[in-house]
């Protein structure tokens, strides 16, 4: 089982839907988790972290669960500007330099 | 200059050719690492140096050489590299080594002939 796993999509949602991702993590020990987002042909950039008690920043809305090892990105009223890769990054004890997804792809349309 | 730089942009390079990829952060941190993006693949973690340390080194071929003369440049020295070696090369870099949230630069998109 691969560290971090991702649908890699791509979704292909209208304007103004609401869609989900999810990133598995198989390592029980993991303690930081961040989702990122990458446009076409740029780098990486840090989008949200994503606490135990969840976290909400405007539309976007991450969160973690524990049990089944995984954390959630929704996304509600998607924005064309929304359409990009999105990756997760997910850290465990000792380095904590995290391991990344292989991103999940969002295509919104009009 | 903000954030974290990158040069070149784009490189095209012969297996023969020796290069370098150069990264520059103006964020005052003490951590910073290299990775490999291919297509279709997750971001693979190659080097990371924490105040000019290597403390990680992630089975990287020596055809690939980093180094770090003090905590704000970052090269890549290349060597005899292998077509399957193109790739996009972004260095980040984060306050303390493992510390939270990195800063991508834009990366260089490295084609090997």
């Known amino acids: 089982r691969k560290e971090v796993e991702q649908d890699p999509g791509p979704f292909n949602v209208p304007e103004g839907a609401t869609v989900a991702f999810n990133c598995t993590y198989s390592?029980?020990?993991?303690?930081?988790f961040f989702w990122y987002r990458q446009d076409c042909r740029k780098e990486p950039k840090l989008l949200m972290s994503?606490?135990?008690s969840g976290n909400e920043d405007g539309r976007f809305t991450a969160q973690l669960n524990r049990a089944s090892q995984y954390i959630s990105l929704l996304i509600r009223d998607s924005k064309l500007s929304d359409s990009a890769t999105y990756l997760c990054?997910?850290?465990?004890?000792?380095?904590?330099?995290?391991?990344f997804g292989r991103g999940t792809s969002l295509i919104v349309h009009p | 200059e903000t954030g974290v730089t990158q040069t070149p942009r784009h490189l095209v390079m012969g297996m023969t050719n020796k290069k370098s990829l150069k990264c520059e952060q103006h964020?005052?941190?003490?951590?910073m690492y290299w990775y490999k993006q291919s297509a279709k693949k997750p971001l693979e973690l190659m080097f990371v140096y924490s105040l000019e340390e290597r403390v990680e080194n992630n089975s990287v071929p020596s055809r690939f050489s980093p180094e770090c003369p003090n905590s704000s440049h970052l090269f890549l020295h290349l060597h005899t590299l292998q077509p399957e070696d193109s790739a996009l090369y972004l260095c980040a870099s984060t306050a303390v080594a493992g510390g939270y949230g990195y800063t991508f630069g834009s990366g260089t998109r490295l084609t090997v002939v």
């Open positions: 990054a997910v850290a465990s004890g000792g380095s904590y330099i995290p391991t």
């Open positions: 390592n029980s020990a993991s303690q930081s």
């Open positions: 994503v606490y135990s």
């Open positions: 964020l005052g941190h003490n951590a």
